[in-house]
């Protein structure tokens, strides 16, 4: 049985704290929306980086509203414009819950940000969504969020079909089914140099990214009075072990990813470890003594086995660990190239590190068939006329501007003139994964199942995610990266039946191993994490927000125009009521 689909649209966009120009982001927020569909998705995400100043994002909401609005301006503008072009009939819009003639395609359902980087959820049908769930995590400078992490986890709420079996009468009913989904996006650390880094922020979220607090569900395992341990100052959060900046480019050299079982052996060993899951005597996760614990900590991470995860940001994996050296061979938009981008494709550190285990454990990402996503340096654009008027004048000059010309490439229409930023590898930084529905068991034969198909063993045949876009929009004067876009068909599973997947898989790796078969030789994170949970994460994330407050209130007063306003105006009262005071 094929299960029901949700068309979910995930855009990611390092914003360079400017705000974005709605009509122009608008334009090619249509062309992603118009590639490979004729319909409006479902669901809208958009992962943000740099969204706003550092400290508007620090001190929150109120002064990142005007940069949430124009997302949302362009996006409907550009819904509006899919609908128009389609004469306002769209098979994939929801049956039920639509939006009134005249009104926005589109509601905004949750932002929610972290420092720097923000999460904007947009719903056709906003009641299709029952339940909004919460995380956050910063790695920057005292577990601040100049570099950070935000989630948010859904459970959506929609009709579908249902099939009836062999020999039933059929009766067309439609019945309500949930299905969980998890959205992370994320800005990691930046610089060519520093991979180990990125890998260990990446399991900071894994870690510390929870969606409750470990203390609160379980507060017998973990007691209130237990001191949280001193903060790693590597830039990873207090959970990653304390490694050099540096990278080396020969993967050979990269110091392997342990495995979980060494992980749970080793923990007290190893200098900087992670923290443990449990106290030591409740440590067994296979033939330990709590696995109801284990799986209460689970439930409450990303990898939380009944939910859909897909995850999407600057994750800034570049494709070389060192600065490029002068006159260095950068990617070319040309096919016909030596230097094709797609020459360079295979240094990718992402893909790379994330096969290796090193990273992003378990997620899959569709096929790049797009250039480079940064950096850029924005040229001005050409006025009309301008090449005969350089032409005319003299012939060093006019040489300069043609060479300037020739450097400076559009790969699309409306784009900003670019060329690539001479001190950084252009690289793939922009990126949306995701964790596939489990490999269910194909096809298995009536004789091994008491002849009859239990989707309820082992799960669904063919349900994936189904991705029919993965591109990059063309760049843009406001920012020095390409937003990078994902759509794709996601199987509309409840809880049962994404577990029963689950299990399915587990069969289907025992059955390999035991006729000799290919193994898949890597644990699904949703059995078991990579990371173990950090317990103290929300205490320590509670201690960063009080800090960023400071940290931004004290930048807005003394770096921005607003902040000399207010500040002009305390000094003007003061000296006011001082004067007063000594003539009075």
Same mark, same amino acid.
């Given at each position: 049985m094929a299960p029901s689909t949700l068309d979910l649209f995930i855009l990611t966009f390092n914003c360079a704290k400017n705000f974005i120009n709605? +009509?122009?982001?608008?334009?090619?927020?249509?062309?992603?929306? =118009?590639?490979?569909?004729?319909?409006?998705?479902?669901?809208?995400?958009?992962?943000?980086? &740099?969204? *706003? %100043?550092?400290?508007?994002?620090?001190?929150?909401?109120?002064?990142?509203?005007?940069?949430?609005? @124009?997302?949302? &301006?362009?996006?409907?503008?550009?819904?509006?414009?899919?609908?128009?072009?389609?004469?306002?009939?769209? $098979?994939?819009?929801? =049956?039920? !819950?639509?939006?009134?003639?005249? =009104? %926005?395609?589109?509601?905004?359902?949750?932002?929610?940000?972290?420092?720097?980087?923000?999460?904007?959820?947009?719903?056709?049908?906003?009641?299709?969504?029952?339940?909004?769930?919460?995380?956050?995590? !910063?790695?920057?400078?005292?577990?601040?969020?100049?570099?950070?992490?935000?989630?948010?986890?859904?459970?959506?709420? $929609?009709?579908?079909?249902?099939?009836?079996?062999?020999? &039933?009468?059929?009766? #067309?009913?439609?019945?309500?089914?949930?299905?969980?989904?998890?959205?992370?996006?994320?800005?990691?650390?930046a610089m060519e140099w520093n991979l180990k880094k990125r890998n260990a922020n990446w399991r900071s979220i894994v870690a510390g990214l929870t969606f409750a607090n470990p203390r609160a569900i379980l507060p017998g395992v973990f007691p209130a009075n237990r001191a949280s341990p001193p903060p790693d100052r590597s830039g990873a959060g207090d959970i990653a072990p304390r490694l050099p900046t540096g990278d080396s480019p020969d993967p050979s050299e990269e110091e392997p990813e342990s495995s979980p079982s060494s992980d749970a052996d080793n923990d007290e060993g190893q200098e900087g470890d992670t923290h443990p899951l449990l106290p030591e005597e409740n440590r067994d996760p296979i033939n330990g003594n709590?696995?109801?614990?284990?799986?209460?900590?689970?439930?409450?991470?990303?990898?939380?086995?009944?939910?859909?995860?897909?995850?999407?940001g600057d994750l800034n994996y570049r494709i070389a660990s060192t600065t490029p050296p002068p006159l260095a061979a950068f990617p070319s938009f040309d096919p016909s190239s030596e230097h094709h981008y797609a020459t360079f494709l295979p240094r990718d550190q992402l893909t790379r590190e994330r096969l290796a285990g090193r990273t992003l454990h378990g997620l899959?990402?569709?096929?790049?068939?797009?250039?480079?996503?940064?950096?850029?340096?924005?040229?001005? %654009?050409?006025? +009309?006329?301008?090449?005969?008027?350089?032409?005319?004048?003299?012939?060093?000059?006019?040489?300069? *501007?043609?060479? *300037?010309?020739?450097? *400076?490439?559009?790969?699309?229409?409306?784009?900003? @003139?670019?060329?690539?930023? +001479?001190? @950084?590898?252009?690289?793939?930084?922009?990126?949306?994964?995701?964790?596939?529905?489990?490999? /269910?068991?194909? $096809?298995?034969?009536?004789?091994?199942? #008491? #002849?009859?198909d239990d989707d309820s063993n082992y799960g669904h045949i063919n349900a994936k995610v189904d991705v029919s876009a993965y591109d990059a929009l063309p760049v843009v004067a406001t920012s020095d990266h390409r937003a990078v876009f994902f759509r794709a068909r996601v199987p509309l599973l409840d809880e049962d039946e994404m577990?029963?997947?689950?299990?399915?898989?587990?069969?289907?790796?025992?059955?390999?191993? /035991?006729?000799? $078969?290919?193994?898949?030789?890597?644990?699904?994170?949703?059995?078991r994490l990579p990371v173990p949970v950090d317990v103290h994460a929300w205490e320590r994330r509670a201690a960063a927000r009080r800090k960023e407050m400071i940290v931004g209130w004290t930048g807005f007063l003394w770096s921005t125009r607003e902040g000399a306003i207010v500040l002009t105006t305390v000094l003007a009262l003061g000296v006011g009521s001082w004067w007063l005071m000594r003539v009075w």
């Open positions: 709605p +009509p122009v982001f608008a334009a090619h927020l249509h062309g992603a929306l =118009s590639q490979n569909a004729t319909g409006l998705p479902d669901l809208v995400v958009f992962s943000l980086q &740099e969204v *706003a %100043p550092l400290s508007y994002a620090f001190i929150g909401s109120y002064f990142l509203n005007p940069y949430y609005a @124009r997302f949302g &301006e362009a996006l409907n503008l550009a819904s509006a414009k899919v609908l128009a072009t389609t004469d306002g009939h769209d $098979g994939d819009a929801p =049956s039920t !819950g639509r939006a009134a003639a005249g =009104s %926005p395609p589109y509601t905004l359902v949750r932002a929610k940000n972290v420092g720097m980087t923000a999460i904007l959820m947009y719903a056709r049908d906003a009641t299709a969504i029952q339940r909004i769930e919460e995380a956050e995590c !910063g790695f920057g400078a005292a577990d601040m969020g100049n570099k950070g992490a935000v989630g948010l986890r859904v459970t959506w709420s $929609g009709q579908h079909q249902t099939q009836q079996q062999e020999g &039933e009468t059929a009766t #067309g009913a439609e019945q309500v089914k949930t299905t969980e989904f998890t959205f992370i996006a994320a800005h990691l650390a709590d696995a109801s614990t284990f799986a209460a900590l689970q439930q409450i991470s990303i990898y939380k086995p009944s939910s859909h995860l897909f995850v999407a899959s990402e569709a096929n790049i068939a797009f250039g480079p996503t940064y950096k850029f340096d924005i040229l001005p %654009p050409v006025a +009309p006329g301008a090449a005969e008027e350089e032409g005319s004048g003299d012939s060093a000059v006019a040489a300069a *501007a043609a060479a *300037a010309a020739a450097a *400076a490439e559009t790969t699309g229409a409306g784009e900003a @003139r670019w060329k690539f930023a +001479p001190h @950084r590898w252009p690289g793939w930084c922009d990126r949306v994964l995701y964790l596939d529905v489990p490999r /269910s068991v194909p $096809g298995r034969s009536d004789s091994e199942d #008491g #002849g009859k577990r029963s997947s689950l299990a399915a898989a587990v069969l289907r790796e025992e059955d390999e191993d /035991s006729s000799g $078969g290919p193994a898949v030789g890597v644990i699904d994170p949703r059995l």
